[in-house]
């Protein structure tokens, strides 16, 4: 869970992982988010280095070759960004692990101190390196069952947008790099800087979504705690959902974060959290064939008949409906 803001944190050195193949988009909107968030507040916040396993100029995916100006081994960075990679399916997950078995490596030799930030199909490569071993995770829904499989000792939580584990940090989905930056720079910058970049750079993912869930994504919260209270709700059981444990977890009083969450979403704290727990049934229903049961257990819910009530209370649709008219096909 992040840190809260601290006024004057030291710069943090990012690198930006090339590798054959990578999908550069992400890392140059990164450059683009922390050049702002630096022009923004006038000090360097972010100062990015672009790396590799060598110097060698890297073919990126569809795109132009790009030079590294320091390689993994030799760059002095707090964190690395690891960038999507192109896959048409979960099948072809394989080969290019072994293609970047130089940039598995490297990553595996990296300083254990050293943060490794990553999402969408970039994470096998994390995964590979054994940088995620015993720990939490999340990447793009569709490789769900390859990497549970290749790589069953991390601990995958597909349920999440954005997963922090102490050195890991991974995001879902191709635009990942946006809830992961996010996540980054509210540890960074005072709100109202970072509401400026989230309203000038920051958009959210192009998904339809239920009205009942549409203000409770990450990209959708401006304030740091609620963010911070967010992913809270998502990492806990449902069961286990009460306002003096999370506002004991934000070292804020139940009274205070109940006034904010009222504040910031027209609702009480009890029910902005089973809604978030809702919005992950949503999310499971619509990335994945899991029944009913089983997203019930994974969330910790009571029961299944206790969750196709509240469901249906708050969308109008039974989990069935919903997952007919909203999943993916």
Not at 176 to 183: I, K, S, T
Not at 225 to 242: G, H, I, K, N
Not at 268 to 295: F, G, N, Y
């Amino acid at each position: 869970m992040p840190a809260p803001f601290s006024p004057t944190p030291a710069p943090l050195r990012l690198g930006l992982l090339l590798y054959p193949g990578c999908m550069p988009a992400g890392l140059f909107a990164t450059t683009d988010m922390a050049r702002a968030a630096n022009l923004r507040v006038q000090r360097t916040v972010i100062h990015t280095t672009w790396v590799g396993a060598d110097l060698q100029p890297v073919p990126t995916w569809q795109g132009p070759a790009l030079a590294p100006t320091a390689t993994l081994a030799a760059a002095e960075v707090d964190a690395v960004l690891i960038p999507g990679l192109w896959l048409s399916s979960a099948d072809g997950l394989q080969a290019p692990l072994q293609q970047l078995a130089p940039v598995v490596q490297a990553l595996a030799a990296l300083p254990r101190r050293t943060q490794v930030w990553s999402y969408c199909a970039g994470v096998a490569l994390a995964a590979a390196s054994g940088r995620l071993r015993g720990r939490g995770a999340t990447a793009t829904w569709w490789l769900r069952a390859a990497l549970e499989q290749q790589f069953a000792a991390v601990q995958w939580r597909f349920d999440e947008a954005l997963v922090h584990d102490a050195t890991a940090t991974t995001a879902a989905g191709a635009n990942g790099y946006l809830p992961l930056m996010l996540h980054v720079l509210g540890e960074r910058l005072p709100p109202t800087a970072l509401a400026d970049l989230q309203a000038l750079l920051m958009l959210p993912r192009p998904r339809t979504t239920h009205p009942a869930f549409a203000a409770h994504d990450l990209m959708a919260v401006t304030d740091t705690d609620l963010r911070r209270a967010l992913l809270w709700v998502q990492r806990s059981p449902a069961t286990a959902l009460r306002l003096p444990a999370l506002a004991d977890a934000l070292g804020l009083s139940p009274r205070t974060l109940a006034r904010r969450v009222q504040a910031h979403t027209g609702l009480s704290a009890a029910h902005w959290m089973r809604r978030i727990k809702l919005r992950q049934v949503s999310e499971a229903l619509c990335d994945t064939p899991q029944p009913l049961k089983r997203i019930a257990e994974d969330l910790g819910f009571a029961s299944e008949a206790g969750l196709h009530r509240a469901f249906h209370q708050a969308t109008g649709q039974t989990p069935l409906a919903y997952r007919m008219a909203h999943g993916r096909r």
